[in-house]
T-cell receptor, first 113, second 114 residues
């Protein structure tokens, strides 16, 4: 069975600083990988996804993520964080069966002015 | 498209009452998922449907929880009787076969059981 680990429960960065959120997965086959963002009181919004091909994927709001098969990782990055990026971020891996996703525990990002 | 629609957005009820949460998936999607989110347990998959048929309900916590999908555009999650520990945000998501498992989430229903 697949699993997803987000090692950092909380991260605080200063506005304008760079950001990297970590995600490690366990899955036997080629994974489908996702990052979702959840703003307070909102549902989950897709930031970006990886299915195949170029291992560096670009998403919305200036985010990118890199798939590293050797490290079983799919870390999310942003070169310069804005105060509006404060939210909870979820990494997820998809199994072929049933269109299901397995989510990590989430990382809550706080942005200091 | 309007996206996944959930109602109500907020529900406050008293212990023992029946609660019904509603979801309208994105038109044409053939998978529908119900999740529960709490601080303690994070995001949990409760049940999912494919073409209106329940496929896996192993995440449904107790017999007090039931879910139905009478047609492709409507699903309900019912809790009867409700208990304070059911307080959570309940999300519905839908997905299209062949879309590499990408799911689209609704805004959620925040349930408070007093």
């Amino acid at each position: 069975a697949q699993s997803v680990t987000q090692p950092d429960i909380h991260i605080t960065v200063s506005e304008g600083a760079s950001l990297e959120l970590r995600c490690n997965y366990s899955y036997g086959a080629t994974p489908y990988l996702f990052w979702y963002v959840q703003s307070p009181g909102q549902g989950l919004q897709l930031l970006l996804k990886y299915f195949s091909g170029d291992t560096l994927v670009q998403g919305i709001k200036g985010f990118e993520a890199e798939f590293k098969r050797s490290q079983s990782s799919f870390n999310l990055r942003k070169p310069s964080v804005h105060w509006s990026d404060a939210a909870e971020y979820f990494c997820a891996v998809g199994a072929n069966a049933g269109n299901m996703l397995t989510f990590g525990g989430g990382t809550r990002l706080m942005v200091k002015p | 498209d309007a996206g996944v629609i959930q109602s109500p957005r907020h529900e406050v009820t008293e212990m023992g009452q029946e609660v019904t949460l509603r979801c309208k998936p994105i038109s044409g999607h053939d998978y529908l998922f119900w999740y529960r989110q709490t601080m303690m347990r994070g995001l949990e998959l409760l049940i999912y449907f494919n073409n209106n048929v329940p496929i896996d309900d192993s995440g449904m916590p107790e017999d007090r929880f039931s879910a139905k999908m009478p047609n492709a555009s409507f699903s309900t999650l019912k809790i009867q009787p409700s208990e304070p520990r059911d307080s959570a945000v309940y999300f519905c998501a839908s997905s299209l076969v062949g879309s590499y498992n990408e799911q689209f989430f609704g805004p959620g229903t925040r349930l408070t059981v007093l």
